[in-house]
């Protein structure tokens, strides 16, 4: 132990006690305080309370070894010497000192271990030399130290004042450095650095490092703030926002109401790209004030996606012995349909689905078109909807409007999806003949998308703008004429053609369905009302003149209604309609079909017509007038019959000297053709074979037989070609009491559709030339009949 002289320059001690210090360091002229805990490290501040109250501070390598060795070298050679300025002895009994940094100190040996270490040592002499260098090094560090002390905002700004005044380079560095932030290793290094310069050069090394990370880590934090503050914002904006819906009181209507809508969408099982979309939507939806047009816009739309039938299918019915019997029970005759329904649905049960052809049921009005799709969708047991084209212009009218329009809907098809509510209705697509198209677009370019079953799978509406899949759909389509079905269309369909109907089987279809349903719908039974079929025919043909039998139902709801009105004033019962009572009932007949001449007449010929509303006889009117060879047609005839008739003209001249035809006829007379019922237009080629006849009749003076009525296209050569319409004319020859029509042998094939029970009664001649054709209608020349010369 050294004795108390020892003890004033304490300088001049050779030996202190050590006091390692765990992850601090203090600095010469430094004032801090810190606790001691170690048995040993009380007793080194104990022996230094004894004497003169010094003792050397060095740090220990790593701070949580807690008995550390010189040897291995756990304490740092170089450390401060200090003056214990107080202690206090807390209740735990740790202790807390205060001390101050004298100087810098050089460990030079271990002179004692225990009960505390006691070390030799040598001060290390401070320069303070200044020169233009530290100079420069003084004013840098202290303006990086100035942008530090900004950045950290750790270190209270009186520091920076203390520290400007200093004038000495290596006691500025020593302050600064104790106030800095550093790592403990960092902090020895310029402790162990002992010119001034080299202290500087270190610390500004670290304070521009320091800043470097206190930069970023200003910017970290700059970062997470103004994030912080949007979310912030958007919260507090969202919560006044639904204080203030709250307050208008629809803000729980309208978070229920989206709600309502997921746990919708989340039930529907909808395909993947549509349930991405409807539940962006919703989420649009969510986040607009709830009055907004656009809001009202979005609903719309969600409510479309909500409702179509995305998957939901009816079960088919694909037993063809049922569904014949449903087609029977629905309308008399129309075989040929009915045939080819079964023959689908039976390949159909032997794949196991519907899909195929598109059937275009094409015929006049009124025979069961429309009626007959329903038919079929009963038979199959799916939903039907109907869409009739007639009008549609527009190609939005089918595939809708984008959304971007005010009051834009999904078009047509989607609309019928809708009302179906399955995805595979039958849907019949009514007059698709009567469709057109304008500067808006054609819609028959976008029903080609839908009839095409290659494509139909992802029909591309532009409202709902996700595709919707067509392909379960059954597609019946319905006109009245070829002509106005566009040609891409027709090549997609099956066609099916429905001719009119002849009298026997108007007969039947008023007998089985016509009067059952009007007896029914007038509250009557089938026996309270007795209609005989005389009268049914006169019904059928003084009354109506039609292919199918639409006038005919509503002649016979007349009778119906009449009936009904009889017996509730007379109550007698049954009502029995005779041919007056008809009369009575609907008033005096309004048609009369042409019928066969009385007798044979020169000049004159029956040809035979097809119409809108079935066939008809055409009388056909030649006489020779004063004149120079011309030729005159009058009746309203078109182009095509215009030509026709001169084409028969040229071919009789032709043949004039064969014929036994005076050959300068033409120098003395003018040939007048005319069509009798001049106000009702007429055209086509038909009339062609039957007007060559009235000329040669009218040049030869041998009459033309009258119960012979023809039909068929002249050629310049005499050869007799096809015409159209045969059923229907051969129907209107049997009614008008024809016994013999001559048509063209190429129409044989047609003689098929026509009722046996027709074709029995009539002789039907099929003829190649004009020769054929005059053997058959001309009689010989009549007694006293003046020829021409
Ligand atoms: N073969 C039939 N059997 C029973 N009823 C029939 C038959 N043909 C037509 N009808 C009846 O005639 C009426 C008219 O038929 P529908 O409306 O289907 O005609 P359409 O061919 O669609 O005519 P349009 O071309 O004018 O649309 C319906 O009440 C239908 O039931
Ligand atoms: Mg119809």
Known sequence: MSNSGELKTDVMR??????????????????????????????????????????????????????????????????????????????????????EGRCRVNINCYQQTEPHYRVKFDVIAECSEKNVETEALMRSTLYQFEQYIKLSKKIPPEVMTSVNNLE?????????????????????????????????????????????????????????????????????????????????????????????????????????????????????????????AEAVVVRNYIDWILVLPWSKLTEDRLDVTTAEQILNEDHYGLEKVKERILEYLAVCQLTKQLKGPILCLIGPPGVGKTSLAKSVARAINRKFVRFSLGGVRDEAEIRGHRRTYVGAMPGKIIQIMKQAATKNPVILLDEIDKMSADFRGDPASALLEVLDPEQNCAFGDHYLEVTFDLSKVLFITTANTYQGIPRPLLDRMEVINISGYTEEEKLEIAKRHLLPKQTKDHGMTMDELIIPDLVLRQVINGYTRESGVRSLERQLAGVCR?????????????????????????????????????????GLATGLAWTEVGGDILTIEVTLVKGKGQLILTGKLGEVMRESA???????????????????????????????????????????IT???????????????????????????????????????????????IKKVIAPRENQ?????????????????????????????????????????
Not at 696 to 720: C, F, H, Q, W, Y
């Open 691 to 737: 007007i060559a006849t009235a000329i040669v009749s009218a040049l030869t003076n041998r009459p033309v037989r009258k119960d012979v009525a023809m039909t068929g296209e002249i050629t310049l050569r005499g050869r007799v070609l096809p015409i159209g319409g045969l059923k229907e004319k051969v129907l209107a020859a049997y009614r008008g009491g």
């Open 749 to 789: 094939k047609d003689l098929e559709e026509i009722p046996a029970n027709i074709t029995r009664k009539l002789d039907i001649e099929l003829v190649e030339s004009m020769d054929d054709v005059w053997r058959q209608a001309l009689a010989p020349i009549s007694e006293g009949a003046s020829t021409l010369n």
């Open 562 to 602: 009449k009936a009904a009105r009889e017996i509730v004033q007379t109550s007698k019962k049954p009502i029995r309609v005779t041919k007056t009572t008809l009369h009575k009932f609907l008033g005096t007949e309004k048609y009369h079909y042409n019928v066969a001449e009385e007798q044979d007449q020169i």
């Open 168 to 292: 000495d380079p290596g006691r500025m560095a020593d302050i600064i450095t104790s106030n800095l932030n550093l790592k403990l290793e960092e902090k020895q290094e310029i402790l162990e650095a002992v010119h001034p310069r080299e202290r500087l050069e270190k610390l500004c090394s670290f304070l521009v490092k320091e800043i470097d990370i206190l930069e970023m880590e200003r910017k970290i934090h700059l970062r997470v703030r103004k994030q912080m503050e949007k979310t912030q914002k958007e919260y507090y904006l969202r919560e006044q926002m639904k204080a203030i819906q709250k307050e208008l009181g629809d803000q729980d209507d309208r978070t229920a109401e989206v709600e309502e809508l997921r746990n919708k969408l989340a039930q529907l099982n909808l395909p993947e790209e549509v349930e991405e979309k409807a539940l962006k939507e919703i989420d649009r939806l969510a986040k607009m004030p709830p009055m907004s």
């Open 646 to 688: 001169q084409a028969a003209y040229s071919y009789i001249r032709s043949r004039a000297s064969e014929l036994g035809i005076n050959e300068d006829f033409t120098e003395h007379y003018d040939l007048h053709v005319h069509v009798p019922e001049g106000a009702i237009p007429k055209d086509g080629p038909s009339a062609g």
């Open 14 to 99: 050779e030996t202190l006690p050590l006091l390692p210090l765990r992850g601090l360091i203090i600095f010469p002229y430094m004032v801090s305080p810190f606790e001691v805990a170690r048995d040993k490290s009380i007793s080194a501040l104990e022996e230094a309370m004894l004497y003169d109250r010094l003792i050397i501070l060095s740090s220990q390598r790593q701070a949580k070894v807690y008995e550390p060795y010189p040897e291995p070298g756990d304490i740092y050679e170089v450390g401060t010497m200090a003056e214990i300025k107080q202690l206090l002895k807390l209740p735990d009994g740790t202790i807390r000192v205060l001390v």
